[in-house]
């Protein structure tokens, strides 16, 4: 039977991720991944400022997946548009297919990290430590010291090893393809995001890539409401972009903090711990943080194996993410209750649009209000 200090199930960026930061400390990892590599996933493709800073402080070459940088927005609320413009590097486009590929290429090494594709979980054994899966026809079973679940939305998974620590879920869709006649004025230039009057509470977006433009639609209203084909025949109508190109769906777990990530030797990262901010959906950047606070624990554990490994993540991820995310929490009912004054001020307003700015860069995070405030102070003063 193999044996592996760390046995990672999923290789999105958070099992990825979480495998580089251990191959630093020369812990031993396999990551398994029921996909074959490379994946295609239709995503929205958009990392963030925060997220992209995350990633570029570890991979030097991670420009090489980035299709370009977009610095505007425009924002269209029912059929007015609003451009804003900014000289900051907001979100740095590029596939998810190609992001995922890359952190596994850069992170395996077949020396610390090893890499398993194309298999299926057939049994977790958290009692005895193994976890059998099948490749192709064959059984292998593997053991660990420690169990990390990075498998993104399957809840199969999670009901599986009896850790559920969702409180609802957000639900978006994506589309890939042609620019269209419409956005190509705008594609070189500007992300969009749009809401329309027929549909409160949802927002759509175009994020533009050097030939194709990912465009999507987005709700963190639960339960989710039924017109999402309607919806996405007036978007695509809006923007003269391929009716036969059919959109791809996800579901976003969002976490239940009362409820545990951790048990024993077993953690949860990223989606299959609900991480992901309720207000936008964004997931990646939450994924990056989360890998980098299991890096820290596990480390801890293997110089000390008395180390209460579960209790500590548990605490550590509480700390640091807790007050965060309560606050997008905040942020996504008050933008469900008045999505279309929400939108009004984050677009067309001045301290909005420095919210949203600072809130996509990291200079700001949801819950450091006393920041936020202090823009309309400075702009009365000044």
Known sequence: MEKYDVLIIGAGP??????HKLKKKDIKVLILE??????????AGGLSKKAYDILSSEFKSINSIIEKTVKNGLYIRDNKFTFVNTDEELIYMTYRSE????????????KTIFFKDNIKIKKINLGNDTVSYLDGKKENIVNYDILVGAWGNNIRLNKLVKLYPFDHFNLSSSWEGPVGSKFKDYKDEYSLTQIMKKYPSFVCYIFP?????????FTSEYPFPHVWKDLWIDFLNFWNLDKKIKPKYAVIPIRDFNKPI?????LLIGDAAGLADPFTGEGIYYALISAMIASENIEKYFKNKKFKLDENFNRDINLILFDV?????YYRYVFNKLPNFSFWFGSETSWGTYVVKSLITGE???NEIQKILKYPIRRIFN
Do not use: M
Not at 14 to 19: E, I
Not at 34 to 43: A, E, L, V
């Open 34 to 43: 029921k996909q074959k590599f490379p994946r295609y996933k239709t995503c």
């Open 325 to 329: 995310l309560r606050w997008a929490g």
């Open 99 to 110: 992001l995922d590929n890359f952190l596994v290429e850069e992170t395996v090494d077949n």
């Open 364 to 366: 700001i995070k949801y």
């Open 209 to 217: 890539k050097k030939e194709l433009i990912t465009a999507g639609i």
């Open 262 to 266: 951790s048990r024993d030797n077993f």
């Open 14 to 19: 958070a099992g990825s991720f979480l495998a």
